[in-house]
């Protein structure tokens, strides 16, 4: 069984910043993949940013050069370090994962609020 235990999210001013963090653990084989996909009232959830396990980098446009993803391949661990934060950065923010043979992990969810 594998879990994402997710941490960081809660109530920012528009102009802060928050971190958050995604912890895998449990059965998970070789991951792939880690990122950050949010979801806010009446949307469809969006990738936010996902970094790949050479390193690479995908962000959504509404967040570059706000946002920031890291990883740790040996803590099976993704951060999202969310500068400048605006109200339309408002959402739940979902950890999610991809191992080998395309297995896909999701995480409960944290809730991130930016108030103006």
């Known amino acids: 069984q594998v879990q994402l235990v997710e941490s960081g999210g809660g109530l920012a001013q528009a102009g802060g910043s928050l971190r958050l963090s995604c912890a895998a653990s449990?059965?998970?084989?070789?991951?792939?993949?880690m990122g950050w996909y949010r979801q806010a009232p009446g949307k469809q959830r969006e990738l936010v940013a996902r970094?790949?396990?050479?390193?690479?980098?995908n962000y959504a446009d509404s967040v570059k050069g706000r946002f920031t993803i890291s990883g740790d391949n040996a803590k099976n661990t993704v951060y999202l370090q969310m500068s400048s934060l605006a109200p339309e950065d408002t959402a739940v923010y979902y950890c999610?994962?991809?191992?080998?043979?395309?297995?896909?992990?999701w995480g409960q969810g944290t809730q991130v609020t930016v108030s103006s």
């Open positions: 999610h994962v991809v191992s080998a043979l395309n297995r896909v992990y």
């Open positions: 970094i790949l396990r050479g390193g690479d980098t």
């Open positions: 449990g059965s998970i084989f070789s991951v792939l993949a």
